[in-house]
Antibody, heavy 123, light 107 residues
Framework: QITLKESGPTLVKPTQTLTLTCTFS??????????VGWIRQPPGKALEWLAL???????RYSPSLKSRLTITKDTSKNQVVLTMTNMDPVDTATYYC???????????????WGQGTLVTVSS | DIQMTQSPSSLSASVGDRVTMTCRAS??????LNWYQQKPGKAPKLLIY???SLQSGVPSRFSGSGSGTDFTLTISSLQPEDFATYYC?????????FGQGTKLEIK
């Protein structure tokens, strides 16, 4: 059974750096084809894809946020960390991590999601 | 970035209705298209991957079709628990963009 859980601060001040940790179980990030992604959702708005890290340490970022995002993994701890610099009130959102599943070696999808964590940016 | 456009943005229907919603990609994405269901206050749930493959455990009343740029999600007979917001997502190219969602409401 795959589970993921996000952790980190619920409140950050403008210009601060946000660090979120995704702790997972039921799969290994050293297994070929596996990945973990981060997605956010501002209150009442749509999902926004942020970043993805693969088992081979390949990393992908949203171009609009790339300069502010860093994604890393700690395979031994079953954790993925996302940092976002220079936080602004518009970054207030629920942040989700999710397990990337690959089917047939080609088709990837986010099969399991964490419960999400609401991060508010306010002074 | 590949842009994903969903229509309609909202939809009213009754229990037992057959419902179809669409998702259009700004360029061809072959069959690299996923559908998710999200209920208020909950994380999204994967329904369909690779345009038409049903995720394990998802009821068979959900089906997906399409390839290239145009895709549809169909619910054959709406159940009360199906009222939610549905998102499409492409996994053809990074970033794996989402559509803006279709909110399915009770008529």
């Amino acid at each position: 059974q795959i589970t993921l859980k996000e952790s980190g601060p619920t409140l950050v001040k403008p210009t601060q750096t946000l660090t979120l940790t995704c702790t997972f179980s039921g799969f290994s990030l050293s297994t070929s084809g596996v990945g973990v992604g981060w997605i956010r959702q501002p209150p009442g708005k749509a999902l926004e894809w942020l970043a993805l890290i693969y088992w081979d340490d390949d990393k992908r970022y949203s171009p609009s946020l790339k300069s502010r995002l860093t994604i890393t993994k700690d395979t031994s701890k079953n954790q993925v960390v996302l940092t976002m610099t220079n936080m602004d009130p518009v970054d207030t959102a629920t942040y989700y991590c999710a397990h990337l599943q690959n089917t047939g070696g080609y088709y990837s999808s986010l099969g399991q999601w964490g419960q999400g964590t609401l991060v508010t940016v306010s002074s | 970035d590949i842009q994903m456009t969903q229509s309609p943005s909202s939809l009213s229907a009754s229990v037992g209705d057959r419902v179809t919603m669409t998702c259009r990609a700004s360029q061809s994405i072959s069959r690299y298209l996923n559908w998710y269901q999200q209920k208020p206050g909950k994380a999204p749930k994967l329904l369909i991957y690779a345009a038409s493959s049903l995720q394990s455990g998802v009821p068979s009343r959900f089906s997906g079709s399409g390839s290239g740029t145009d895709f549809t999600l169909t619910i054959s007979s709406l159940q009360p628990e199906d009222f939610a917001t549905y998102y499409c997502q492409q996994s053809y190219g990074s970033p794996h963009t989402f559509g803006q969602g279709t909110k399915l409401e009770i008529k």
